[in-house]
């Protein structure tokens, strides 16, 4: 059997050899584990330097750090190989052989993509958004931001004082439930006779299994949801969503990443004079789009099937200490000193494959150890099962329309008591008459007198 010619076997010239030993090696796994250590020889001199927490951000740096470092083989070094294969000196055999070990190495073609890097990487906007990756960018551009789906996310929200709910407090007293808790839950519970039985009956129910079934995924969901989430309640309010909250002042210092709720409700931008969204702009305005709705204290987070529930939570948790901040802002425009009431401001709401949970939050004064950052504390107000049964199902619907007047009224009494400090007339009482649902019995519902108190 011939073999195959020996000249085949690449081989470096001994130059190239020679460098290669000569010259210390810059790049690769192992120098990079040698400037970790060094890095954390550093730190260990100084106090100030505290070694990198390895999140998923940082370690993807570091892999992408390493693949850019890595140069491709050199063209000159391919030169010398061989070339024998294209003179048809080979047997088939060595030729299949050579074939199955991946042929030449191609990879010096110009304008080839450097597969050393993640996919996720190569064209694809980092995580912030600031755009695709390029070589120039520092590390702490890159990680400077915690998203919801890393486990540092709910500690940063903790260590400045945006809480969860039914958080085990051990550096101080549990907070007292918000003074209108009992308040804010009969409205929710209140009924809708828009969908009682007769009216919400078997056949609307599956056709609301569907139309949830049908949004799978995050970027899925529909104005069908939508519908039947707000029903024909005249919301006298602008709504906008997916949109990244980058405006505003950051509620977390190091920050993470902008709120982005699936859906969230405002107020029209008209309603509150030029002069006091100025002045207020970093804390009532989540974008730079002067049309989007000001001030919003209701929203709204979606999950799909794939989704996870506690990444849903902190989200919520974060959307409400937005929303309350700035209803706390609008209520204490114009004073010497802010007041804290103990009242729930804004109301968020994870929709996760049909069970619906629904959170309160307010405010409370700033503690000794940070004197110029308010508490935000998150109560946890009613859930269900939209999905389970058809009951649960228009009382989770109703308490999603009932969260929405109430948090318009609200807003709007907000609104108008700066607008009196600001020695503006208030906005006219709303209009129900003019509701889209003023001839159905939505309307009725509104006259009902509201159930009693919890005990």
Same mark, same amino acid.
Not at 39 to 53: C, H, L, T, V, Y
Not at 132 to 146: E, K, L, M, Q, Y
Not at 427 to 437: G, K, V, Y
């Given at each position: 059997?011939?073999?195959?010619?020996?000249?085949?076997?690449?081989?470096?010239?001994?130059?190239?050899?020679?460098?290669?030993?000569?010259?210390?090696? *810059?790049?690769?796994?192992?120098?990079?584990?040698?400037?970790?250590?060094?890095?954390? $020889? !550093?730190?260990?001199?100084?106090?100030?330097?505290?070694?990198?927490?390895?999140?998923?951000?940082?370690?993807?740096?570091?892999?992408?750090?390493?693949?850019?470092?890595?140069?491709?083989?050199?063209?000159?070094?391919? %030169?010398?190989?061989?070339?024998?294969?294209?003179?048809?000196?080979?047997?088939?055999?060595?030729?299949?052989?050579?074939?199955?070990?991946?042929?030449?190495?191609?990879?010096?073609?110009?304008?080839?993509?450097?597969?050393?890097?993640?996919?996720?990487?190569?064209?694809?906007?980092?995580?912030?958004?600031?755009?695709?990756?390029?070589?120039?960018?520092?590390?702490?551009?890159?990680?400077?931001?915690?998203?919801?789906?890393?486990?540092?996310?709910?500690?940063?929200?903790?260590?400045?004082?945006?809480?969860?709910?039914?958080?085990?407090?051990?550096?101080?007293?549990?907070?007292? =439930?918000?003074?209108?808790?009992?308040?804010?839950?009969? %409205?929710?519970?209140?009924?809708?006779?828009?969908?009682? =039985?007769?009216?919400?009956? *078997? !056949?609307?129910?599956?056709?609301?299994?569907?139309?949830?079934?049908?949004?799978?995924?995050?970027?899925?969901?529909? @104005? &069908?949801?939508?519908?039947?989430?707000?029903? *024909?309640?005249?919301?006298?309010?602008?709504?906008?969503?997916?949109?990244?909250?980058?405006?505003?002042? #950051?509620?977390?210092? #190091?920050?993470?990443?902008?709120?982005?709720?699936?859906?969230?409700?405002?107020?029209?931008?008209?309603?509150?004079?030029?002069?006091?969204?100025?002045?207020?702009?970093?804390?009532?305005?989540?974008?730079?789009?002067?049309?989007?709705?000001?001030?919003? $204290? @209701?929203?709204?987070?979606?999950?799909?099937? !794939?989704?996870?529930?506690?990444?849903?939570? +902190?989200?919520?948790?974060?959307?409400?200490?937005?929303?309350?901040?700035?209803?706390?802002?609008?209520?204490?425009?114009? +004073?010497?000193?802010?007041?804290? &009431?103990?009242?729930?401001?804004?109301?968020?709401?994870?929709?996760?494959?049909?069970? @619906?949970?629904?959170?309160?939050?307010?405010?409370?004064?700033?503690?000794?150890?940070?004197?110029?950052?308010?508490?935000?504390?998150?109560?946890?107000?009613?859930?269900? &099962?939209?999905?389970?049964?058809?009951?649960?199902? %228009?009382?989770? +619907?109703?308490?999603?329309?009932?969260?929405?007047?109430?948090?318009?009224?609200?807003?709007?009494?907000?609104?108008?008591?700066?607008?009196?400090?600001?020695?503006?007339?208030?906005?006219?009482?709303?209009?129900?008459?003019?509701?889209?649902?003023?001839?159905?019995?939505?309307?009725?519902?509104?006259?009902?007198?509201?159930?009693?108190?919890?005990?």
């Amino acid at each position: 059997m011939p073999q195959p010619n020996s000249s085949l076997k690449r081989k470096r010239s001994p130059s190239t050899r020679d460098e290669a030993d000569d010259k210390p090696a *810059e790049t690769g796994p192992l120098c990079c584990e040698q400037k970790r250590v060094d890095s954390a $020889n !550093d730190s260990g001199s100084d106090p100030q330097k505290q070694p990198p927490r390895l999140t998923r951000s940082a370690l993807r740096e570091l892999q992408h750090q390493i693949a850019q470092a890595t140069p491709p083989p050199s063209s000159l070094t391919r %030169r010398k190989k061989p070339s024998r294969a294209r003179r048809g000196s080979l047997d088939p055999q060595a030729l299949s052989r050579f074939a199955r070990h991946g042929g030449p190495d191609l990879r010096d073609i110009i304008s080839y993509p450097n597969l050393d890097m993640p996919p996720k990487k190569r064209g694809r906007p980092a995580k912030n958004g600031a755009g695709p990756a390029s070589s120039d960018r520092t590390p702490s551009s890159r990680t400077s931001r915690t998203s919801p789906y890393e486990a540092e996310y709910k500690q940063a929200l903790i260590d400045n004082q945006i809480y969860p709910p039914d958080y085990n407090f051990v550096d101080r007293p549990t907070p007292a =439930p918000p003074d209108n808790q009992d308040e804010v839950m009969e %409205r929710l519970d209140r009924a809708r006779p828009s969908l009682s =039985p007769e009216v919400f009956g *078997e !056949d609307e129910y599956l056709k609301f299994r569907k139309t949830v079934a049908a949004c799978h995924e995050e970027t899925l969901v529909s @104005m &069908d949801l939508t519908r039947y989430l707000e029903g *024909e309640v005249e919301l006298q309010q602008r709504r906008c969503g997916n949109v990244p909250f980058g405006n505003i002042t #950051p509620l977390t210092d #190091p920050e993470v990443t902008h709120a982005k709720p699936d859906l969230y409700y405002g107020a029209a931008p008209e309603l509150v004079p030029v002069q006091m969204r100025t002045a207020l702009s970093n804390i009532v305005e989540p974008t730079t789009d002067n049309s989007r709705p000001v001030a919003p $204290n @209701m929203f709204l987070e979606y999950k799909g099937k !794939d989704g996870s529930t506690s990444v849903a939570e +902190l989200q919520a948790v974060h959307y409400g200490a937005i929303g309350a901040r700035a209803i706390h802002a609008l209520e204490n425009y114009g +004073l010497a000193s802010p007041v804290f &009431d103990g009242n729930v401001k804004a109301i968020s709401v994870y929709f996760y494959n049909g069970f @619906m949970r629904f959170y309160g939050t307010y405010v409370l004064p700033p503690t000794p150890a940070k004197p110029d950052r308010p508490v935000f504390v998150t109560a946890h107000l009613t859930g269900f &099962d939209s999905a389970g049964r058809a009951r649960s199902c %228009r009382e989770g +619907l109703s308490a999603y329309r009932n969260a929405l007047e109430w948090t318009l009224e609200v807003r709007t009494a907000a609104i108008n008591t700066a607008r009196t400090r600001f020695s503006l007339p208030p906005e006219p009482p709303l209009n129900r008459q003019t509701s889209a649902e003023s001839d159905s019995t939505d309307e009725l519902a509104r006259a009902m007198p509201p159930p009693k108190r919890r005990g």
